[in-house]
């Protein structure tokens, strides 16, 4: 993936971070709008602080999502980003358009859920 298509998703991963931070309030936003600033690439361990103390303040589920936009961003800080946890296949970019916090590639994906499916099924 190159620079272009990581700052495109990128700003999906924070459009989406700041819809969860007007649940909280304005101060919370604004320091989220500061250390999200892309001009300044210095930022990102602020970011980090200000999502990870947003998360204190959410609920149980938007805490878990604003943690899965904050783990897409280590990964893309670490290079992984758009690569399969599971299996290091590329992730298709149609899927990470629709959910930007993807881990895992469609094969993975299906491979896992029918996993989960067959467990939770009735034990005969
Ligand atoms: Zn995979």
Redesign the pocket.
């Known amino acids: 993936m190159n620079h272009k298509k990581r700052q495109h998703f990128k700003k999906l991963l924070l459009t989406e971070l700041k819809r969860h931070a007007q649940h909280i309030n304005d101060e919370q936003a604004k320091a989220l709008e500061i250390a999200s600033d892309e001009v300044n690439e210095s930022s990102d361990l602020a970011l980090r602080d200000v999502i990870q103390e947003m998360a204190l303040k959410l609920s149980d589920r938007e805490s878990q999502i604003v943690a899965d936009i904050d783990q897409a961003l280590m990964r893309m800080e670490e290079g992984s980003y758009g690569m ?1 946890v ?2 290091g ?1 590329e992730i298709d970019e149609r899927r990470l358009e629709a959910v930007p916090t993807a881990r ?2 469609a ?2 994906q299906t491979e896992m859920e029918a996993a989960k499916g067959q467990r939770a099924g009735p034990s005969l």
Do not use: K
Request: proline share 0%.
């Open positions: 399969c599971r299996c296949h895992y590639d094969a993975c």
